[in-house]
């Protein structure tokens, strides 16, 4: 199975665009993502709305849980509260219910779909190998995807040792099966890379491979939006960076 997986689209609905545009061109069995929906971007409801039919799973991340009011929001910095509060007061009943629904966990192909970490499915940050080798051990999962950093990455699990490696657009990445991965497939409305290109990534499950894919899209356009809305200045400033 060739799957595609799509992760932290935060409601900007042409990044969204752009990267479903581009998957017409590549040849997938299905499709999944591993969560926030919502958050920081303007389209919330039209981002659910346009995924969700598509979808073979999909697990809930943090902004997802915030927006519905699921889980406190202190923690985050103050012009994410004020795009969630922004959210809250736009989200549909049906987006609501959309997202209230969604699991934390999900595995398709035996491929284990999270937002965050396996250790902490919708909350923790896998940046480095130490935290990784935290989920490689409190889990048995073999491949498993991870977002929620909007960074792509891989980690690797060779003889109890932990490694990480850059994930190269266009270039398929061998996982064979004598070591067990972290995949990180970045970010689709709101990369932070550096590079303001949406993201995602295409895994082979059957000869086990990752190919990472970046999209441009018309960021202009979604930042006019956000201006529109009243959302952050800096939260639409941001998309043209990829910071």
Known sequence: MRLAVLSD???????????????EAQSHDALVCLGDFVGYGPDPNECIDRLKGQLR?????NHDLA?????????????????V???????????????????????????L???GSPRMPAEEYILDTRTARASFVADGFRIALVG????????????????AR???PEVSVPLPPSH????????????????????????????????????????????GKMQAAGLPVLLGERLALGR
Request: charge should be negative; proline fraction near 6%; charged fraction near 20%.
């Open 57 to 61: 799973a999909a697990v809930v991340g």
């Open 9 to 23: 689209i935060h409601a900007n609905l042409e990044a969204l665009e752009a990267v479903l545009a581009h998957l």
């Open 148 to 163: 929620h950093t909007h960074q792509p990455a891989l980690f690797i699990e060779r003889n109890h040792r932990v490694s």
């Open 113 to 115: 779909l999270v937002h």
């Open 67 to 83: 927006a519905i009011g699921a889980r406190p929001i202190d923690d985050f910095n103050l012009f994410a509260q004020e795009a």
């Open 180 to 223: 067990r991965y972290i995949v990180n497939v970045g970010s689709v409305g709101q990369p932070r890379d550096g590079d303001p290109r949406a993201s995602y990534a295409i895994v082979e499950t059957e000869a086990p491979s990752v190919t990472l894919h970046r999209v441009p899209y018309p960021y202009t356009q979604t930042q």
């Open 166 to 168: 850059g994930l190269l």
């Open 85 to 111: 509060l922004w959210t809250r007061q736009v989200l549909t009943n049906t987006s609501r219910d959309y997202l209230a629904a969604l699991p934390e966990r999900a595995d398709v192909e035996g491929l």
